[in-house]
């Protein structure tokens, strides 16, 4: 299926033109995105037009990561979609690799971050997939804590920020799965966001600390936070 990998980019914009005016088989788009190239494996996820086997999944997700990031976000659009349209779907996806998720969750695209977080708490009810899922994200979490750490003023920002980004989509991840993760370690996790410089950490950190009783001392020392957007966490709920 793959004619040749693209290096310009109106040659790719020109074939996925081409594309997207022709219809395929499902059999065809799903070998597309096994083995096409750029703008073939993209044209074939906005095409992809169901998910019966397991097969049909794995040819999604392997494109989730580790490749071109066009393909990566229609992919991410594509099983959003899909788990919201078709029950069945969830059954199957939910038995893949959740670190997969995760990974896709901390991407450099936010697109993809957004679209992966609200898929992944569509599979959240099953148990086994939100455990491996979440100690996923657990991990990356401490991992950016401690490289914000170590961080001093003479680093480049944009090194900084890439921490912070992946911080961000992190939190806003563990919004929704907090409450698998032990309280302590949790807090711990509120502790150190709560201090960084970055207000958008620390607006994460606030929207987490308002779910439970238990976080009230976060609560306490966010509610008269610096910046506004903070401080609203607590005025909205």
Request: negative net charge; contains cysteine; proline residues 1%.
């Given at each position: 299926?793959?004619?040749?990998?693209?290096?310009?980019?109106?040659?790719?914009?020109e074939?996925?033109?081409?594309?997207?005016e022709?219809?395929?088989?499902?059999?065809?788009?799903?070998?597309?995105?096994?083995?096409?190239n750029?703008?073939?494996k993209?044209?074939?996820?906005?095409?992809?037009?169901?998910?019966?086997?397991?097969?049909d999944?794995?040819?999604?997700?392997?494109?989730?990561t580790?490749?071109?990031?066009?393909?990566?976000?229609?992919?991410?659009?594509?099983?959003y979609?899909?788990?919201?349209?078709?029950l069945n779907?969830?059954?199957?996806?939910?038995?893949?690799?959740?670190?997969?998720?995760?990974?896709?969750?901390?991407?450099?695209n936010?697109?993809?971050?957004?679209?992966?977080?609200?898929?992944?708490r569509?599979?959240?009810?099953?148990?086994?997939?939100?455990?491996?899922?979440?100690?996923?994200?657990?991990k990356?979490?401490?991992?950016?804590?401690?490289?914000?750490?170590?961080?001093?003023?003479?680093?480049?920002?944009?090194?900084?920020?890439?921490?912070?980004?992946?911080?961000?989509?992190?939190?806003?991840?563990?919004?929704y799965?907090?409450?698998?993760?032990?309280?302590n370690?949790m807090l711990?996790?509120?502790?150190?966001?709560?201090?960084?410089?970055?207000?958008?950490?620390?607006?994460?950190?606030?929207?987490?600390?308002?779910?439970?009783?238990?976080f009230?001392?976060?609560?306490?020392?966010?509610?008269?936070?610096s910046?506004?957007?903070?401080?609203?966490?607590?005025?909205?709920?």
């Amino acid at each position: 299926m793959n004619n040749g990998f693209y290096k310009d980019l109106d040659t790719n914009f020109e074939q996925a033109c081409a594309l997207c005016e022709q219809t395929f088989s499902h059999a065809e788009l799903v070998s597309m995105l096994i083995s096409g190239n750029i703008p073939q494996k993209q044209i074939a996820a906005l095409k992809f037009d169901k998910v019966e086997t397991e097969e049909d999944a794995k040819a999604l997700l392997n494109n989730l990561t580790g490749c071109d990031g066009k393909i990566r976000e229609a992919v991410a659009m594509k099983i959003y979609q899909v788990l919201c349209e078709n029950l069945n779907s969830r059954n199957i996806f939910s038995k893949l690799d959740p670190s997969v998720f995760a990974d896709a969750t901390i991407d450099i695209n936010a697109n993809i971050c957004r679209l992966v977080v609200d898929s992944v708490r569509i599979l959240k009810p099953d148990t086994s997939f939100a455990k491996e899922y979440t100690e996923n994200i657990l991990k990356y979490t401490l991992q950016a804590l401690d490289e914000l750490d170590k961080f001093i003023f003479r680093d480049k920002k944009y090194v900084i920020n890439k921490q912070l980004f992946k911080l961000y989509w992190c939190l806003e991840a563990l919004k929704y799965f907090f409450e698998m993760v032990d309280e302590n370690i949790m807090l711990e996790i509120l502790k150190r966001s709560s201090a960084q410089n970055e207000y958008t950490v620390r607006e994460k950190a606030a929207e987490i600390a308002v779910l439970s009783e238990n976080f009230k001392d976060i609560q306490k020392e966010l509610e008269n936070d610096s910046n506004y957007y903070v401080r609203a966490v607590f005025l909205n709920h």
